[in-house]
């Protein structure tokens, strides 16, 4: 049934409109009001399949699922804020004793806040204190936040940065993004060698002296930026660049942690181990939190040195702590169905590039995929206004999607959805890439 925007829809958005900062959201008329499992409803009714998780957010179903409802509900009525950096409290401490079982041996130091930038923040500055160096780099492409330290970092789209700047000690290098190689080659382990390369010769020997370098910030599959898959070669070559300088490797796993990809770590695809992790979105099944997990080797800051007000708030811990033993006690189950929610989608968006000369790429690890579309295959050349009109087309069918770097579509749906679901979803989006693709050219 198509979506109607009614009166009330169009009287919330002005009112948004007159009060509130403007943020990002001009994509379409969603105005949220409850939903459960794989559907949510807006204020008037119209019922949606959700494939954005609510930016990555609901990795166990729209508004969580039971056990993390209930476990909030609970901790309600005995304490919210324990002020966790200057009092003791048990839940966190349990919590966190549970999460570090999730990462490869050896880290045991843990830090709570409230979102991802946070969680950035932490890591930049426990990088600089453990190593006593001020440099960071980063990637362009990446998204780690919207604060000061992280938003340094950060190099998607400029106007994220605008007027903010200048952000000294932190050098960007090019990530490598096989299917718009920076270096010009088609060759995946070609593109990783290239840009291993370039950081080696351009900002170690001409820019930035490794011994003054504290971290490499990276997301294991670039978010924001495009969803783009690295090479195994980067990777490892960055860890192997890290150890032979003393630098630490930083995952940024804000959008790929918990399970996304099929694994509690993206990361571990790689077979490689940060030094430090950051995790945020779908931890707290959708209470604000943020998490960053160091090699206990590293050591721990003076008292003092680093805290906060809200890191370890007994809403985010409560749900926290159903989500991870939800997901410890369906670790199996969970992980082979998104596998094979991932071959479903994976092999109908196959079919789909087949028929529409609009889809140029199609990449994904788990639940964690992309649709790259494009004007024409052959040049490549990105199909901006293409992706929006899809993207609308989708949401006045029923379907919520979000997008991805120049041309990327987001299909990041619950982890737990239903394969009707899917199926019904994957049914829309096909029917607005059949109806955007007239002008695209396969070849
Ligand atoms: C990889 C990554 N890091 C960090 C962030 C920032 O998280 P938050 O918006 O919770 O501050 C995001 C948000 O999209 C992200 O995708």
Known sequence: ??????????????????????????????????????????????????????????NLGINANSEVREAVKEQVDLLMHPAFTDFYAERPVRFAEKLVKMFPKGFGKVFFSNS??????????????????????SFYNSFHGRTAGSLALTASKSIQRKHYGPFPGVIHAPYPYPYRCPFGTEDPDECGQASLDYLKKNILDKEAPPDEIAAIFFEPVQGEGGYIIPPQNFIKGLREMCDDYGMLLVADEVQTGYMRTGSFLAL???????????????????????????????????????????????????????????INRNFRSLRSGINSRSSIVMRRLLEMQE????????????????IELVKDRKTREPAEKERSAVLEECFYNG???????????????????????????????????????KRSKAR
């Open 1 to 58: 049934m198509r979506v109607r925007v009614d009166k009330r829809i169009k009287d919330i958005i002005a009112r948004d409109k007159a009060v509130m900062l403007k943020t990002t959201k001009e994509r379409y008329p969603f105005v949220a009001d409850h939903g459960s499992g794989d559907h949510v409803y807006d204020v008037s009714g119209n019922k949606f399949i959700d494939f954005s998780s609510f930016i990555s957010v609901y």
């Open 268 to 326: 571990e695809h790689f077979g490689v181990e940060a030094d430090i992790y950051t995790m945020a979105k779908s931890t707290a099944g959708g209470i604000p939190f943020g998490v960053t997990v160091s090699r206990s080797s590293l050591g721990d800051v003076q008292e003092g040195e680093h805290a906060n007000t809200f890191g370890g708030n007994l809403l985010a811990i409560a749900a926290a702590e159903a989500s991870l033993d939800y």
């Open 355 to 370: 028929k529409y000369g609009i889809i140029g790429e199609i990449r994904g690890i788990g639940l964690m995929i992309g």
């Open 116 to 137: 991802g930038t946070e969680a950035n923040e932490d890591a930049i500055k426990l990088s600089r204190i453990f190593t006593k160096r001020q440099y960071l780099l």
């Open 399 to 437: 379907l919520i999607l979000l997008p991805a770097g120049r041309s990327t579509i987001r299909v990041i749906p619950p982890l737990t959805i239903s394969i009707a679901s899917l199926e019904e979803g994957l049914d829309i989006l096909e029917n607005a890439l059949q109806k955007h693709s």
